[in-house]
Nanobody, 119 residues
């Protein structure tokens, strides 16, 4: 089992910065793709950024140049540094982690942390 705990959410003004953290626990030695996702009220969950175990990253277009995902190779913690934040970034942010399960994979999710961008 893998448990994920997000932290670092809160209220930030437009143009401000925030850093989210995700600390995995349990069987975490073979986690592969990890990422950040978000879900705004009334909208579907969307991918924000992902990072492989090798450090390759991907971002949704709307956050490129503003958000940076990083990963600690020692404990598989991941982080999301958010800068120049906008009202549209307001959402519940989730951490995810993929672990091989035989020939398939299993995705684990954290409970989420709220991020509100407002003046």
């Amino acid at each position: 089992q893998v448990r994920l705990a997000e932290s670092g959410g809160g209220l930030v003004q437009p143009g401000g910065s925030l850093r989210l953290s995700c600390a995995p626990s349990g069987t975490i030695s073979n986690l592969k793709l990890m990422g950040w996702h978000r879900q705004a009220p009334g909208k579907q969950r969307e991918m924000v950024a992902t990072i492989t175990s090798g450090g390759r990253t991907e971002y949704r277009d709307s956050v490129k140049g503003r958000f940076t995902i990083s990963r600690d190779s020692g404990n598989n913690a991941i982080y999301l540094q958010m800068t120049d934040m906008k009202a549209d970034d307001t959402a519940l942010y989730f951490c995810s982690a993929d672990r091989p399960d035989g020939i398939a994979k299993r995705t684990f999710w954290g409970p989420g942390t709220w991020v509100t961008v407002s003046s």
